[in-house]
T-cell receptor
Framework: AQTVTQSQPEMSVQEAETVTLSCTYD???????LFWYKQPPSRQMILVIR??????QNATENRFSVNFQKAAKSFSLKISDSQLGDTAMYFC?????????FGAGTRLTVKP | DAGVIQSPRHEVTEMGQEVTLRCKPI?????LFWYRQTMMRGLELLIY????????DSGMPEDRFSAKMPNASFSTLKIQPSEPRDSAVYFC????????????FGPGTRLTVL
């Protein structure tokens, strides 16, 4: 069975600084996708970034980037130039045929 | 597109009552997912459909839960009878072409069973 582990229940960062959220996963699948979703207080789940396992290049979306280490089964999210609007729960997720698993989430607070 | 639509947004009911949650996926999406989110268990996949057919319902907690998708634009999740431990936020999500792809989530239904 797949498992996704986020070892940091809570984190905080000063506005404009950089923060990295950790995620590890365990799967026997060779083909899968990894995602980071953001859930602000509004409760809406919003896709932040996506990584295909077969791609070696790390995905980047504006201030958000990932460090994908396939051999280590690690998928961390880096947020640069943190903004107050980045305050939210962040969920790491892994999908493969017929399954999708989410981590327990990391609550990120951006402080002014 | 209006995105994934869920109704109601909030539901308060008494133990033993039947509860029906509704979802309209994004037009053209052929995968539909139901999730439950609680503080204790996080986000759990309950069931998902492909082209209106249930593919995997192994996450459905027990027989009190059932889900249907009578057509491509509508799905329901029913709990009968409801219990206090069913209190949670229930999300519906949809994706196109593959269960690998990005899932677009609805706003969720917050269910409270008294």
């Amino acid at each position: 069975a797949q498992t996704v582990t986020q070892s940091q229940p809570e984190m905080s960062v000063q506005e404009a600084e950089t923060v990295t959220l950790s995620c590890t996963y365990d799967t026997s699948e060779s083909n899968y996708y990894l995602f980071w979703y953001k859930q602000p207080p509004s409760r809406q789940m919003i896709l932040v970034i996506r990584q295909e396992a077969y791609k070696q290049q790390n995905a980047t979306e504006n201030r958000f980037s990932v460090n994908f280490q396939k051999a280590a089964k690690s998928f961390s999210l880096k947020i640069s130039d943190s903004q107050l609007g980045d305050t939210a729960m962040y969920f790491c997720a892994q999908t493969a045929p017929n399954d999708m698993r989410f981590g327990a989430g990391t609550r990120l607070t951006v402080k002014p | 597109d209006a995105g994934v639509i869920q109704s109601p947004r909030h539901e308060v009911t008494e133990m033993g009552q039947e509860v029906t949650l509704r979802c309209k996926p994004i037009s053209g999406h052929d995968y539909l997912f139901w999730y439950r989110q609680t503080m204790m268990r996080g986000l759990e996949l309950l069931i998902y459909f492909n082209n209106n057919v249930p593919i995997d319902d192994s996450g459905m907690p027990e027989d009190r839960f059932s889900a249907k998708m009578p057509n491509a634009s509508f799905s329901t999740l029913k709990i009968q009878p409801s219990e206090p431990r069913d209190s949670a936020v229930y999300f519906c999500a949809s994706s196109v072409a593959s269960s690998y792809n990005e899932q677009f989530f609805g706003p969720g239904t917050r269910l409270t069973v008294l």
